[in-house]
């Protein structure tokens, strides 16, 4: 388990949402090796997603670079120690999602023929 205190990096989540993310990965951290950054991920995504609602994104680790687009106050990068958490969410509700995707592949077959 890491002890340190979480250092907020950028963000542009409301505060109950920064304040639960962080003491969810000291959650994980408490039940997880330091080492296994994907299963660490995996917990806090698995616990967002039943929070705020699906396709939430957890990167975990001590180097890495990103690049992503994320929704509007969905965003969040911190530290504790040598630790970084990169939590965001991207896209719209996954229902609305598929059906999107089914409308779009009706179209293509659609103008396929």
């Known amino acids: 388990m890491l002890e340190g205190k979480a250092v907020l990096r950028e963000t542009d989540m409301p505060e109950q949402m920064q304040s639960h993310v962080m003491e969810l990965a000291y959650q994980a951290l408490d039940l997880h090796e330091v080492s296994d950054c994907q299963s660490i991920a995996h917990y806090i995504k698995q616990k967002f997603d039943e929070a705020y609602g699906p396709a939430w994104h957890c990167v975990v680790g001590k180097d890495f670079g990103s690049c992503i687009t994320h929704l509007s ?5 911190f530290r504790v120690e040598m630790m970084e958490f ?3 969410k991207d896209g719209r509700d996954f229902c609305e999602s598929k059906e999107e995707a089914i409308g779009v592949l009706q179209q293509f077959q659609k103008s396929d023929t």
């Open 73 to 77: 106050g969905s965003f969040i990068f």
């Open 86 to 88: 990169l939590i965001f």
